[in-house]
């Protein structure tokens, strides 16, 4: 209450003596502030501009620039090849196989994990006893290095010796090839990127739940709304854009994946039949291991597309998903 | 208040006396630099160097032995987990043109694809240390114009590990030189052994299909490049060959546990009774007595199929990039020195290169206890110089094999293609390496 009456005081001493009228002596000046007025907002927004030229913009460009090339990774540029490197990608089977695990793995995380986290979120946003204990909890799994979760993990999911196989095989079932097979190696990988992201994305939608008025719980409630209602009615709808910014930041994340797939065998090359090779672990081999920066630049740029695209698409998806709700209610 | 005072208290005493004890380090080493010859520029000018290496070289006490005999020179070690990490950080610093280390350790599977770019290191050649290896070793990092790439620093001769626990159950003899005669002879007399041994027992005859397919592609001269530089791994009868002869005995036979190479079931596995046999580097005892602790039974025979063969070793290189070259290849010489040689053979055992290393007392006399008592020092000096010569491997070898390993494991291990379908994969895999 206190904070409150300081800031009712009166507010007349900000705006201190007004500026007199332009006087024949301040011409001068007044056309330097024109000057100001007109060019120094770019200013002040340009440290953004500038840092997205140099960190963002200018790689983005002169990876394009690497790819119309044949580029070794020590002998630097080669000969102009034109769009020869991303012929030789998009006709090679490697980028599709590649692709198709990428887009799998994708979907086998990024789909149970939005979900789960709704669900965590929701389940935190209750009353309960030692709440800061359960919502740092769930954040915890984030704050393990990802290559100490992806040794656990590729222990659970040895083949033969694995935990989860002497588990299955002590109840009675057959075990999982979890490296051989290729839809395992792509649900295992997705576990692992589900356990660390899971948490953090349920805390996000958590800070948005804190911010729905608490009165219309109270009067769906009086209304005889119960809770599993009231979370579609109430909190689904009122978290729309969170929701949306999840899913944004997952795809991204998700379509860019390395160090999970990376980690999941002792080569980091996604199996020696591709089962779980990656765009971005086949961009890696292509630039670090054969050393064809070309190549890799031609992958890094078509992976940015699909980005591009994926993200449109989900925009697409969830406005439309928002405007018909929105008419709805 | 008064808590947190004592608690500040306890760092700062602690602190006093972590730095009274390491003062009374650096004392002793200052000590024993006085009685070495000060080679070292001494001027008071202080160099730093920084070498590079991949899991076990066993150079930590050496290099601190080097900076108390030479005042001035301060060493710092890098060191990487794998070869392959250590590899894609030097591919990354030369073409960057930095970063690299005064001296780079380098792998002998993948020093070749080196040779390509002459410029970017240090001719190492210097009428002292001639002779002072193998002739194949040295050969392996001269290019044609007399450049000497790089130093050698350990081989990998292979002898044969085997469960003689296992072998007994089997009614196999278990005597180490018992063991060396049945073993003696060809590939097709090993593989043959094993198909008496696992009709008699539960095991597998040996590790993995991948592990036979480095020991026996290392005995091909020209495996997957020619002479004159031509790809020609799909095309070589003799490739096929031993690509059928392997998978024929891995999954034919059933003679192989179907493991992956260093994957995490291959590591339990030496917990249990999987196989019998390996085939056995060096520095492969290391790897055994770690995995294997407390499992009892293990030997090793002085024994290789084949004739002699050698999986891995290194070399020392100086790139071009770094400040102070004279002194980083002054360095390397030192390192790769035999006498220094046989002390990191002490410490992690490392077999050394230099042809005087093996006349050492110290490596002939020495004995494994975990390999019950075997006289591991003289059985490796054997090994290597049934050696006659080491394979030629082309810039591309370390790819091709890659992509080789790669087919036997769809085969042994994943078992998501047969030999054909997967030698069909590779073929279109070596022909997108262009």
Redesign the interface.
């Known amino acids: 209450m206190t904070v409150g009456a300081t800031t009712t005081a009166p507010p007349a001493t900000t705006a201190g003596p007004l500026p007199a009228p332009a006087s024949p002596k301040r011409e001068r000046r007044g056309r330097r502030s024109g000057v100001d007025v007109r060019f120094s907002p770019y200013l002040y927004i340009a440290p953004f501009f500038v840092l997205f030229a140099v960190t963002g913009l200018f790689p983005l460009l002169y990876t394009g620039w690497v790819a119309l090339h044949d580029w070794d990774?020590?002998?630097?540029q080669g000969e102009f090849v034109g769009l020869d490197n991303f012929v030789a990608v998009l006709t090679?089977?490697?980028f599709w196989r590649a692709f198709t695990n990428t887009v799998s793995i994708f979907v086998l995380s990024s789909v149970p994990q939005i979900a789960a986290a709704l669900l965590i979120a929701t389940a935190l946003d209750r009353n309960l006893r030692a709440k800061t204990l359960w919502r740092m909890g769930v954040l915890l799994p984030y704050v393990v290095a990802p290559v100490a979760v992806a040794l656990i993990f590729?222990?659970l999911f040895?083949?033969?010796?694995?935990l989860i196989n002497a588990l299955l095989e002590t109840v009675g079932l057959e075990p999982v090839?979890w490296?051989?097979d290729r839809f395992a190696s792509h649900v295992a990988i997705a576990t692992m990127v589900n356990f660390r992201w899971t948490g953090y994305n349920a805390l996000i939608l958590l800070a948005a739940m804190q911010a729905v008025p608490r009165d219309l719980y109270e009067q769906a409630a009086i209304d005889g709304a119960n809770a599993w209602r009231q979370f579609w009615a109430i909190t689904v709808p009122m978290l729309r854009p969170t929701i949306i910014f999840v899913i944004i930041t997952s795809t991204i994340g998700g379509l860019q994946i390395f160090d999970e797939p990376r980690m999941f065998?002792?080569?980091g090359?996604g199996?020696?039949?591709q089962?779980w090779q990656t765009l971005t672990i086949y961009l890696y081999e292509l630039g670090?291991?054969?050393?064809d920066f070309g190549m890799a630049s031609a992958v890094a740029w078509l992976l940015f597309l699909i980005i591009v695209g994926f993200g449109i698409v989900n925009y697409l998806i969830t406005r439309r998903i928002a405007t018909a709700e929105g008419k709805k209610s | 208040m008064q808590s947190s005072k004592h608690i500040y208290y306890l760092l700062a005493s602690s602190t006093a006396l972590t730095l009274a004890l390491t003062a009374c380090g650096d004392g002793d080493n200052g000590a024993s630099a006085d009685d070495g010859d000060d080679t070292g520029s001494g001027s008071g000018r202080q160099i730093e160097l920084s070498v590079a290496t991949f899991n076990e070289f066993g150079y930590e006490e050496l290099l601190k032995e080097y900076e108390a005999d030479n005042p001035g020179i301060k060493v710092t070690h890098v060191k990487a987990d794998t070869a392959?990490n250590a590899r894609?950080a030097l591919?990354?610093s030369?073409?960057a043109n930095s970063g690299a280390s005064d001296i780079e350790g380098m792998e002998v599977d993948w020093v070749v694809e080196f040779k390509q770019?002459p410029d970017?290191f240090a001719d190492l050649a210097d009428p002292e240390v001639e002779g002072r290896w193998f002739d194949w070793k040295t050969e392996a990092v001269t290019l044609e114009d007399g450049k000497l790439m790089g130093y050698g620093t350990d081989i990998g001769p292979e002898a044969i590990c085997y469960r003689a626990d296992l072998f007994e159950a089997a009614g196999l003899p278990t005597d180490r030189e018992e063991v060396a005669e049945l073993l003696e002879g060809s590939w097709e007399n090993y593989f043959e052994v094993g198909k008496d041994f696992v009709a008699n027992s539960d095991a597998a005859w040996y590790d993995s299909a991948g592990a036979l397919w480095q020991g026996m592609i290392n005995q091909i001269d020209y495996a997957y490049e020619d002479a004159d530089g031509n790809i020609v791994a799909a095309s070589n009868p003799e490739v096929r060959a031993i690509y059928d002869q392997v998978l024929q005995a891995s999954v034919e036979d059933e003679l192989s546990a179907g493991?992956?190479?260093?994957?995490?079931?291959y590591t339990?596995?030496f917990q249990?009774d999987e196989f019998a046999t390996m085939l056995c580097p060096g520095w492969m005892l290391g790897i055994i007595e770690g995995n294997a602790a407390g499992v009892e039974g293990w030997d090793v025979a002085n024994v290789f199929p084949g004739g002699g063969g050698v999986w891995g070793g290194s070399y020392l290189t100086v790139p071009a990039q770094g400040d102070n070259i004279e002194e980083a290849t002054k360095l390397a010489k030192w390192l790769t020195a035999p006498e220094q040689q046989v002390k990191a053979f002490e410490a992690k055992g490392t077999f050394p290169s230099q042809l005087e290393a093996l006349d050492s007392d110290v490596l002939l006399e020495s004995t494994n206890a975990f390999f019950n008592d075997a006289p591991t020092g003289q059985i490796f000096v054997d090994r290597a110089e049934a050696v006659k010569a080491q394979p030629v491997k082309g810039p591309r070898y370390f790819?091709i094999n890659?992509a080789l390993?790669?087919?036997i494991?769809?085969v042994d291990?994943?078992?998501?293609?047969d030999p054909e379908s997967s030698w069909a994969?590779f073929v279109?895999a070596v022909e997108?390496?262009g």
Not at chain 1, 73 to 76: S, Y
Not at chain 1, 288 to 291: E, G, H, N, V
Not at chain 2, 413 to 417: I, L
Request: net charge neutral; charged share 30%; hydrophobic share 30%.
């Open positions: 990774q020590i002998m630097g090679g089977s490697a590729s222990n040895a083949d033969r010796f694995g090839r490296h051989s065998d002792q080569y090359r199996g020696a039949d089962q670090w291991t054969r050393s | 392959d894609a591919r990354n030369l073409g770019y970017k493991l992956a190479l260093w994957s995490p079931d339990a596995s249990k790819d890659t390993q790669d087919a494991t769809r291990v994943d078992q998501t293609d994969k279109s997108a390496l």
